[in-house]
């Protein structure tokens, strides 16, 4: 699954951001969902660094 955008950013003293997805492929949106995380770097990092086997969660060592 691919976005056409790889980042989005918005300036810190922005207390709201909306995004908004269309759905433009052929298959239902029940078969092809979206899924989307909003995180400040930081977080993003730990849980990638986390790894899929902790569910993209840093433990607590």
Known sequence: MQFNQKVLSSSKDRSE??????????????IMAHNIVVADITLATDGIIAGIENEMCKTGK
């Open 17 to 30: 951001i909306n995004i908004k997805f269309k759905h433009v492929g052929k298959l239902p949106t029940t």
